[in-house]
């Protein structure tokens, strides 16, 4: 009022609150529900924090936590949008993004959003050896990357100074790869995609792709070096052999084992394991029988137990040795990628009652989650962005 602005026009500008963000907040006010997405929320936060709408603040942030259960695409939205805006993002919520992105590499790869992810995502997810993919799969998506972000600068990042080494007239209009773009971006589109090439693991392709979908994209060096690799297997200085490693565990897990004692009565036994665990071996231990002075040992032979386990059947038989000697125990090996917490085990009902107990043996299963915070933490230097507070305090 008085001599504002305002007070003349009757109209309020708020220059630091954006459409987004002023729908959310009006949204809020009336209880309604403020539709976020990751650029809402983000924008939203902003106004939040500058005009201290500390509902509206927390709601945000615990949104950013949780995005409908870490999925792969939002975080990829997040980290783009926070990026773009210049949001920093704690370095908790960083880790939590990251550890979710290799746990889930190939969904992630494989996101609609891949192709508008922000630069500075991109450069630190093709370095990883933990980021677990096929590499034909990410070259494709690279490449519709770089088409993507010649048209959208701001999605550029750390590859905005890619320029061309040769000159626009030589790039070839027939280009399947360039998505309708002009010489110009195809030319850039290739500058940004020799960027990448040391990091790409091209030994890991099927020939007949690297020579239709990556060779046109290379320079005569790197050209050379694939190609006498795959002729001659010569490895030149820089390039990668290996594929991905993945999310491997730096701690080998010991086996542990479980007793189980109360198994008499019953021919089929449901046994529940107290965690998930990788099982690698059953055994099965004879009773004593009442009477007799020797060593627990299995009676009336031969006979089969069986278990079941993540929808496969192991058989093994029980039976007498060359010298007629009775066993004491019968181990079935358990061969399994994936962690179980339940198995069934069958005895016959006639000699059930000769089953003194069961020891199952198997390796503690580590969540690939778990392992990939570890990874984060070790590469926290170079994943995480650190909040301008941090930087300047750093600096000082």
Same mark, same amino acid.
């Given at each position: 009022?008085?001599?504002?602005?305002?007070?003349?026009?009757?109209?309020?500008?708020?220059?630091?609150?954006?459409?987004?963000?002023?729908?959310?907040?009006?949204?809020?006010?009336?209880?309604?529900?403020?539709?976020?997405?990751?650029?809402?929320?983000?924008?939203?936060?902003?106004?939040?924090?500058?005009?201290?709408?500390?509902?509206?603040?927390?709601?945000?942030?615990?949104?950013?936590?949780?995005?409908?259960?870490?999925?792969?695409?939002?975080?990829?939205?997040?980290?783009?949008?926070?990026?773009?805006?210049?949001?920093?993002?704690?370095?908790?919520?960083?880790?939590?993004?990251?550890?979710?992105?290799?746990?889930?590499?190939?969904?992630?790869?494989?996101?609609?959003?891949?192709?508008?992810?922000?630069?500075? $995502?991109?450069?630190? /997810?093709?370095?990883? +050896?933990?980021?677990? =993919?096929?590499?034909?799969? #990410?070259?494709? !998506?690279?490449? &519709?990357?770089?088409?993507?972000?010649?048209?959208?600068?701001?999605?550029?990042?750390?590859?905005?100074?890619?320029?061309?080494?040769?000159?626009?007239?030589?790039?070839?209009?027939?280009?399947?790869?360039?998505?309708?773009?002009?010489?110009?971006?195809?030319?850039?589109?290739?500058?940004?995609?020799?960027?990448?090439?040391?990091?790409?693991?091209?030994?890991?392709?099927?020939?007949?792709?690297?020579?239709?979908? $990556?060779?046109?994209? /290379?320079?005569?060096? +790197?050209?050379?070096? =694939?190609?006498?690799?795959? #002729?001659?297997? !010569?490895?030149? &200085?820089?390039?990668?052999?290996?594929?991905?490693?993945?999310?491997?565990?730096?701690?080998?897990?010991?086996?542990?084992?479980?007793?189980?004692?109360?198994?008499?009565?019953?021919?089929?036994?449901?046994?529940?394991?107290?965690?998930?665990?990788?099982?690698?071996?059953?055994?099965?231990?004879?009773?004593?029988?009442?009477?007799?002075?020797?060593?627990?040992?299995?009676?009336?032979?031969?006979?089969?137990?069986? $278990?079941?386990?993540?929808?496969?059947?192991?058989?093994?038989?029980?039976?007498?040795?060359?010298?007629?000697?009775?066993?004491?125990?019968?181990?079935?090996?358990?061969?399994?990628?994936?962690?179980c917490d339940e198995l069934i085990v069958e005895i016959p009902s006639d000699v059930i009652d000769r089953v003194r107990?069961?020891?199952?043996?198997?390796?503690?299963?580590?969540?690939?989650?778990?392992?990939?915070?570890?990874?984060?933490?070790?590469?926290?230097?170079?994943?995480?962005?650190?909040?301008?507070?941090?930087?300047?305090?750093?600096?000082?």
């Amino acid at each position: 009022y008085g001599e504002f602005r305002e007070g003349h026009t009757r109209e309020l500008v708020l220059e630091d609150v954006t459409v987004d963000a002023f729908d959310v907040m009006m949204r809020t006010a009336y209880h309604l529900d403020p539709k976020l997405t990751p650029p809402r929320a983000i924008t939203a936060l902003k106004a939040a924090k500058l005009y201290m709408i500390e509902d509206l603040e927390k709601y945000c942030w615990d949104y950013l936590h949780d995005l409908e259960g870490l999925d792969g695409t939002l975080i990829l939205q997040t980290l783009t949008e926070s990026l773009k805006s210049s949001f920093d993002l704690p370095e908790d919520l960083q880790c939590t993004y990251w550890s979710n992105i290799l746990s889930k590499s190939a969904s992630v790869v494989q996101s609609p959003f891949f192709v508008e992810t922000h630069g500075s $995502v991109i450069a630190k /997810l093709i370095k990883l +050896n933990e980021f677990h =993919v096929n590499e034909e799969t #990410l070259w494709n !998506r690279l490449v &519709e990357w770089a088409a993507s972000a010649v048209q959208k600068p701001e999605l550029l990042g750390p590859f905005a100074d890619a320029t061309p080494c040769q000159p626009v007239k030589r790039v070839k209009m027939n280009n399947d790869d360039s998505n309708g773009i002009g010489p110009s971006e195809t030319a850039q589109q290739e500058a940004i995609l020799q960027l990448m090439s040391p990091h790409m693991r091209f030994i890991q392709m099927n020939k007949d792709f690297f020579i239709d979908k $990556v060779r046109k994209h /290379l320079d005569r060096k +790197n050209i050379d070096a =694939v190609t006498d690799y795959f #002729l001659v297997g !010569r490895k030149s &200085e820089g390039l990668l052999i290996e594929k991905r490693a993945g999310l491997k565990d730096p701690d080998v897990p010991a086996e542990e084992m479980q007793d189980y004692q109360e198994c008499c009565g019953f021919n089929q036994k449901k046994l529940k394991l107290t965690k998930p665990t990788i099982l690698t071996r059953v055994e099965i231990y004879g009773a004593e029988l009442p009477g007799f002075y020797t060593r627990p040992r299995f009676y009336d032979l031969p006979f089969k137990w069986s $278990v079941s386990v993540a929808n496969k059947r192991y058989s093994n038989p029980v039976a007498s040795d060359s010298d007629n000697r009775k066993p004491s125990k019968s181990t079935m090996a358990i061969s399994l990628q994936d962690p179980c917490d339940e198995l069934i085990v069958e005895i016959p009902s006639d000699v059930i009652d000769r089953v003194r107990s069961i020891q199952v043996t198997g390796k503690s299963f580590k969540p690939p989650v778990e392992i990939a915070k570890s990874v984060v933490q070790r590469l926290s230097k170079d994943l995480l962005d650190k909040p301008a507070e941090a930087k300047s305090d750093a600096d000082q």
